[in-house]
């Protein structure tokens, strides 16, 4: 499922896209040759101006910049060494919060550093719809005789559109879809975007990866290049399979292919009832939910994918079926199908956490609320009946006292 929206952005929207525009780029290039031939004197005057301007700007700016002097540094204390390419990704368009991920995380020695409990955590809460994040609004809802798909958009207040789906196959089981979408070596006989795919690490005791994908663009747009950590927690039968963008200075970053920091591709994969409604738990679910910043502009991409969105889909459910086929034959398994049987128990009772911790401070606190109303109407009828008891009936009647001390002690009650 990860590969449905690059299928949807790559395959058929960029062509659309790339047809609809090509005539307004020719029109624009045709404008600037013409305007450019018949020109006035003066913007060559201007042109030269400015050029001017920005070489004065550039050789102030290299006077001005501080070079490191070693010898200061060593009689400082200080420890920060010369490095003449340490700056050098930075040049390459990385936005500074994706520069600080590169050089403060090391995920080849600690996967911790990968994924982790917070990131299931988070899917869980996704899945659940408990994330706290907008609402959801439905973009498309179609079949086939074998499989169903809905889809859903949401956009935050910052970061690219999010987009949540959930397709269930028939005839298939939880463990078979789970394989199916971490099998690199599979992939590329059903994925023809996926240029190449590669493990650069992985950890058998809790079935942690980081992977290394490319994936072919146009030939107007370069190729994208993604380093994706993975791994997956099975909670009774429910799989929930954590996908996203890693830093891993191991890796240089290039050109081309340009990567993409900001990745996000989540699922929970789990058996649910047929839609034949015979109440065999033989369809399997897939709940999806994705998001990334692949340098697109964000409207034109939520355009693309609601244009290809069907199309892409349904070009998964023929692998399916082929990697399906070729387990049935007994194929041997590839190394990150069996990488994909390594997963991390959690107890079923788990499953909802932040709903117990809910539900237990709101036991916690009702007392407390519960308390803190009645002492006001305790210490305000106490006092009434110390007044009436001691002041003079002539100069206020005990009726009197009682019944403004009912009032003050509804007027307390409501106000706390």
Not at 174 to 196: G, H, Y
């Amino acid at each position: 499922m990860a590969a449905v929206l690059e299928m949807v952005l790559t395959n058929g929207f960029f062509w659309d896209l790339f047809a609809f525009v090509t005539p307004l780029w020719v029109a624009v290039s045709v404008g600037l040759l013409v305007g450019w031939m018949w020109k006035p004197k003066w913007v060559e005057k201007v042109v030269a101006v400015g050029r001017g301007g920005r070489e004065r700007r550039a050789g102030q700016i290299i006077q001005q910049q501080p070079v490191f002097d070693s010898s200061s540094s060593a009689s400082s204390g200080s420890s920060i060494p010369q490095c003449s390419s340490c700056n050098s990704w930075v040049s390459e368009g990385t936005s500074e919060g994706s520069s600080s991920a590169v050089m403060d995380s090391s995920p080849e020695k600690d996967q911790s550093a990968v994924v982790n409990d917070s990131d299931f955590e988070h899917l869980w809460r996704l899945v659940e719809m408990r994330d706290g994040g907008p609402d959801w609004h439905e973009m498309m809802d179609r079949e086939t005789p074998t499989m169903t798909y809905q889809a859903w958009r949401r956009d935050p207040q910052t970061g690219p559109p999010q987009y949540r789906s959930r397709t269930v196959y028939e005839d298939a089981t939880p463990e078979l879809v789970r394989d199916f979408f971490w099998d690199d070596e599979f992939r590329v006989k059903w994925d023809d975007m996926l240029a190449n795919a590669a493990t650069l690490e992985e950890w058998e005791d809790t079935g942690t990866m980081i992977v290394h994908w490319v994936r072919k663009f146009p030939f107007f747009c370069s190729d994208r290049e993604y380093i994706i950590g993975r791994r997956i927690w099975q909670s009774g039968g429910s799989y929930y399979c954590v996908t996203k963008g890693v830093a891993y200075p191991s890796l240089p970053r290039r050109n081309k292919p340009r990567r993409v920091d900001l990745y996000y591709s989540s699922w929970c994969i789990r058996a649910v009832e047929s839609r034949r409604g015979d109440g065999q738990l033989t369809a399997c679910e897939v709940l999806l939910f994705h998001h990334e910043d692949m340098g697109i502009p964000w409207e034109i991409a939520k355009l693309g994918v609601r244009q290809g969105m069907w199309g892409a889909v349904r070009k998964i459910e023929p692998g399916l079926r082929a990697y399906q086929a070729a387990r049935t034959r007994g194929e041997p398994l590839s190394r990150c199908a069996a990488m994909a049987q390594i997963n991390t128990k959690v107890d079923p009772n788990y499953s909802r956490p932040m709903e117990l911790v809910e539900s237990s401070q709101l036991e916690v606190e009702t007392p407390k609320k519960a308390w803190r109303i009645n002492i006001p109407k305790y210490f305000i009828v106490g006092s009434a009946v110390v007044l009436a008891c001691s002041l003079d009936q002539r100069l206020l009647t005990k009726a009197t006292i009682f019944g403004v001390a009912r009032r003050f002690s509804k007027i307390g009650g409501r106000r706390l």
